[in-house]
């Protein structure tokens, strides 16, 4: 029985490093360590934010234009964004202010440091930052990161 499970754990890992996602991972250990101090990290006005909203983001791996990646994104103090929907599922972990997401229908729910969420593709929803300090997550998808506007009924 032993044997079967190890052949079987060795054939399983086998088949992980053969898929794409298997290499690319190979590739990204090979590639070195990467340590950015907090005041290293370079910060760009985030594409498909509302102009001199000051919203932010800092790519830390891969690329936001086509995907894979990682960024921080950054909402200055009372940031407000109107209803959207993003062409990816985007995972994030809030690190600092509170991240206030609004569906379309339904009730606002406040996410502070530490908080986890997800988003599918097309969820329609518009988010708010603190009102009092700046509000940092951590976002990451396989897709690409894009904010598609939603008019909003009159």
Not at 32 to 50: N, Q
Not at 96 to 110: D, F, M, S
Not at 122 to 136: C, F, V, Y
């Amino acid at each position: 029985m032993k044997r079967v499970l190890l052949f079987s754990a060795i054939v399983l890992i086998g088949l992980l490093l053969a898929i794409p996602g298997g290499a690319v991972a190979q590739k990204k250990m090979k590639e070195g360590r990467v340590l950015w101090a907090a005041e290293d990290i370079k910060w760009d006005t985030l594409k498909g934010s509302p102009p001199g909203a000051g919203v932010m983001s800092a790519l830390l791996w891969g690329n936001m234009e086509k995907g894979p990646f990682g960024a921080l994104i950054k909402f200055p103090p009372g940031f407000k964004h109107p209803l959207h929907y993003h062409s990816s599922t985007l995972k994030a972990v809030v690190l600092k202010g509170a991240y206030i997401y609004v569906p379309e229908i339904g009730v606002e729910k406040r996410l502070g440091p530490g908080s986890y969420f997800t988003y599918p593709a097309l969820d329609r929803h518009s988010t708010r930052g603190a009102e009092d300090s700046e509000t940092i997550f951590f976002v990451e998808s396989s897709g690409k990161f894009d904010v598609m506007p939603i008019e909003e009924k009159k």
